[in-house]
T-cell receptor, first 115, second 113 residues
């Protein structure tokens, strides 16, 4: 199993540009979580999906952020327009809900720098 | 709401020293508790977990015991190695429903030879 795959690993962009981060879940997993990690705030949950349906997006900072799951194995997190304060490492994580283990498997992260 | 508080870092230890990283939690009901580890440039990996009171999770020489009376899940290792240098996160999730993990802020550990 290749694990949770995120792309790009690093992105440097200028303020105002659109950023799209991608995540491929582990095959068979049905829950997907997007987290953001910064020095100041640590790990923050942005949004999570169960069976492709968004369950809680209260952590999404602003309307500039949006996330989708077009199918059971893939998700995108989009920031439009991006701002310097969006600079962070963005992680997605997946798990198989209902197994009782509640163990998340994380991707390696996408480091975003907005200039 | 649910929350996790862990000791502030960074923690710097010499090789073979004893490690304790404190973690306490606030949650309704009986959550599951976890320790995740993040090595430089990588995502978080599950280190160990415990799903009910008095359970002890262990892995790679690390241990943590679920103490409901003190709402704690402290991480310990008897003899740390340079390769243990990483950021350690305590986390919890409720056992009912598919709820997300709530993480502490992380504790950076540096082990020097």
């Amino acid at each position: 199993d290749a694990g949770v795959i995120q792309s790009p690993r690093h992105e440097v962009t200028e303020m105002g540009q659109e950023v799209t981060l991608r995540c491929k879940l582990i095959s068979g997993h049905n829950s997907l979580f997007w987290y953001r990690q910064t020095m100041m705030r640590g790990l923050e949950l942005l949004i999570y999906f169960n069976n492709n349906v968004p369950i809680d997006d209260s952590g999404m900072p602003e309307d500039r952020f949006s996330a989708k799951m077009p199918n059971a194995s893939f998700s995108t997190l989009k920031i439009q327009p991006s701002e310097p304060r969006d600079s962070a490492v963005y992680f997605c994580a997946s798990r198989l809900a209902g197994t009782g283990a509640n163990v998340l498997t994380f991707g390696a992260g996408s480091r975003l720098t907005v200039l | 709401g649910d929350s996790v508080t862990q000791m502030e870092g960074p923690v710097t230890l010499s090789e073979e020293a004893f490690l304790t990283i404190n973690c306490t939690y606030t949650a309704t009901g009986y959550p599951s508790l976890f320790w995740y580890v993040q090595y430089p440039g990588e995502g978080l990996q599950l280190l160990l977990k415990a799903t009910k009171a008095d359970d002890k999770g262990s892995n790679k020489g690390f241990e943590a015991t679920y103490r409901k009376e003190t709402t704690s899940f402290h991480l310990e290792k008897g003899s740390v190695q340079v390769s243990d240098s990483a950021v350690y996160f305590c986390a919890l999730t409720r056992n009912s429903g598919n709820t997300p993990l709530v993480f502490g802020k992380g504790t950076r550990l540096s082990v020097i030879a």
